[in-house]
């Protein structure tokens, strides 16, 4: 998540989450979901363009350039006939979203009813539009592993996008070894693994990615992949998280996963 600077906006809505706040600000045709901790600044989620109450997928995406970076990367990784992607963490329901409309089979899990109340009413979230699980998502990936068979569909793709309360610290359970097992019996060989992880979070750094800046000024998507060793081998990628607009040198970090 980003830290959002003072600027005009309005608030549309806000709610006791946890240690925190959550809330929806409008600037023109843009809303913003954010968290705030009790004594800290709000912490930008997703930020949707809506029109004539009309949610633009495309526009919205380039205002949220780590989650169009994912996408890109998700769309049609598996079968022509639909990718079957999980995704842990909606927020504001854009990745997912932009998943269905490309083509995607979805399923998603936010553990927070407080979090997708405000996406519906506010960003746009059209929950029948995929399969939405209002549950923990560790428990939810132990279920799905618990009831495999060899006749289960398993997943092309996984997208985690989860941070601890209303910080930037990524929850240690999705770097636990018995969650990545769980999620490894549940994904197809080959599968993709991407997690949007801030660039403060030091379990995460690696001199390979040229990670630099101050804490919140990058933002990381990590990728493994299923079918090499248990943990499956990491290649970190960082990016300038910008919400103007898309960052030139999105392209070039693309070919750094391929």
Known sequence: MVRLQS?????LASARHGHGL???????HKRQLW????????????????ADGTLHLEHSLRQTPYLNFMFKKLR?????????????GVGGGLLPQALVKSGCKVIAVESSEVVLSL????????????ELHSCDAASFVRSLAER?????????????????GHTSAVPAFTRSQSFLQDLKQILRPGALLLQNAVDATSSLKCSRSGASGESGAHVRCTARVR?????????????????????SGLEAVEGCLS
């Open 7 to 11: 600027a005009s906006r309005v608030l």
């Open 22 to 28: 959550v809330g929806v600000s409008g600037i023109g």
């Open 35 to 50: 968290f705030q901790e009790e004594r800290g600044g709000r912490l930008l989620q997703t930020e949707v363009v809506i």
């Open 76 to 88: 049609g990784y598996g079968e022509p006939s639909g990718c079957r992607v999980l995704v842990l």
């Open 119 to 130: 996406a519906r009413k506010f960003m746009g979230l059209q929950a029948e539009t995929l």
């Open 148 to 164: 495999l068979s060899p006749d289960s569909q398993r997943f092309d793709a996984c997208a985690i996008d989860i941070f601890q």
């Open 227 to 247: 079918q090499a060793a248990p943990m499956g081998p990491l290649k970190p990628v960082t990016y300038v998280r910008h919400n103007e607009a898309e960052p």
